[in-house]
């Protein structure tokens, strides 16, 4: 792991980032170490200024040892050190930590799977299958966790869900020197929107879906801005495999056309679907059991390169909902296309499980509880309308809330879903912020536009998973939405411990 300063400005020049750089007679020749927090930094660090920063942290980044700084200007704290100047630091990190870890990425099969919805649902499909094809050799980037290698602790908790550049490439780095071939990894629009993933490529790449989400404050000012954003997984990947009934297709499909050829895409969607009168695509799926805890799916190739994959029959998918088995045709094509036989992926699929989505609880005296991460209006009206279908007369609650000063669309959406389908529901906080919890669950109730829901607002979370379970009765279904095994809430800044709504409907049924 090292960097010198020849390498710094070849690559920095290749790239058109480079704006200049300061002429310090002491300036460095290489760099043992790279960080973008002065509390990381020790002696021959090349620090980034990036983001929210403040001068202060180039005080103490100077102060522990830092040598040299790469930022978009100047700074009087940083006299004395040496200066590279860029045009955008953010593309600069992320290039220079790809050299720095020395380019970990060349030595790896990588998936990225993009979508509004099932991204982390998909990657542990994936890794499931291929982590066992490849015999404990393909690494995990989800939002849930990352696996970087077979030692328990090279598996720990996600703070993002995709990691910064330098932490990306970091442990890209990690898991190449612990023997992984493969890297599962989910890729988050603010990934491309920040340059964590600039300069990356994917030998697949997953589009899921899209779906208004994650606009506003902090994140995208407008849909096409989100759009765009989530394209560039098509535009830097070798192969793309595209959920043909996703909203928005023709548009995403055009995009894929632009940056692929034909023989590179991988279309798939559900049988009968609109979709898959108009276009050829090259998998479609058939459901041919399905219930509260299970399905089955027939998967059929139309085209060629579908053919070569041989992949064709059915596949037993052990975690409910209907929009699973399009997250689950989605993995069995990359795991196909990443080596694992069918054989392999018939095997193993039915194993997954994801933490925290689709937990089916059974009570003894009230109703099932599900515990769900569906927090905007596509997920939630998924979730919901699955439920209905499979218990078309059973009463539907639900706990839910929504996230302070972010994806403000998501409180109508959650509103607007509730009306669509629910009976009850209990709005309480989910990571309110530096907002008022019940102000939120107030903002959802205005959009619940239907008289025959029964709305409570109750702030705190426990108590209101408690309320709805006592209030359901056998047979019926309760539904704790959006935290899934969320181990903290996010209040005024801080990450407060909350229990989990896991560990709460677990522990109710323990007192039962
Ligand atoms: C708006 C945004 O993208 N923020 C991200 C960004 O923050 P930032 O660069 O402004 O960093 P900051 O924490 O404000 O601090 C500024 C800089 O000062 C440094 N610093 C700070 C303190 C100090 O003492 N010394 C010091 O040097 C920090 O290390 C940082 O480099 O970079 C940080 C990592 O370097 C991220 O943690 C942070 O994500 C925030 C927490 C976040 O919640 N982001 C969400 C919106 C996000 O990215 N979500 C997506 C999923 C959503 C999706 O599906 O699209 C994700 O990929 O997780
Ligand atoms: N393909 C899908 N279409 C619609 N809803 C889905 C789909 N897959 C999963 N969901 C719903 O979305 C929730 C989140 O799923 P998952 O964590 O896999 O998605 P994600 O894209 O990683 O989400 P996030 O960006 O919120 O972390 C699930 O709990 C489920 O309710």
Redo the contacts with the bound molecule.
Sequence with gaps: MALTMSQIMTLLSEHNLLIEKNNEPNEPTNFAHVT????QVVPQTLF?C?????AA?LT??KNQGATAYVAEHYYQEGTGLTAIIVSNVQQAMALLGAAFYDFPQNKLFITGITGTKGKTTTAYFAHGIQNAQTEGKTALFS?IDRIVGPKPEQQFKS????P?SLDLFHDMAEAVASGMTQLIMEV????FK?NRVYGLKYDLGIFLNISPD?IGR??HPTFADYLYCKEQLLRNSKNVIINAETDHFDEIYSAAQGFLPEENIYLYARENSLISFETQVDFEFAETRQDLSASEINVHSYSDKGEQLQLDGTYEIDIPGDYNQQNALAAIIAAGMAGASATEIRQQLPAVRVPGRMEVFQTEHHGTVYVDYAHNYASLKSLLSFLHQQEPDEKLLVVTGSAGD?GISRRSGLGQAIGEVADVAILTADDPATEDPIAIAQEIASHINNDQVTVQIVADRKTAITQAVQLSQPGEIVVVAGKGRDATQKIQGQDVPYESDVKIVEDLLKER
């Design positions: 973008y927090d002065s509390r980034f990036k983001g929210n920063f403040q942290y103490q980044a939002t703070n993002l869900t995709t910064e988050s629009s603010q990934a920040k994650h902090n994140e972010k």
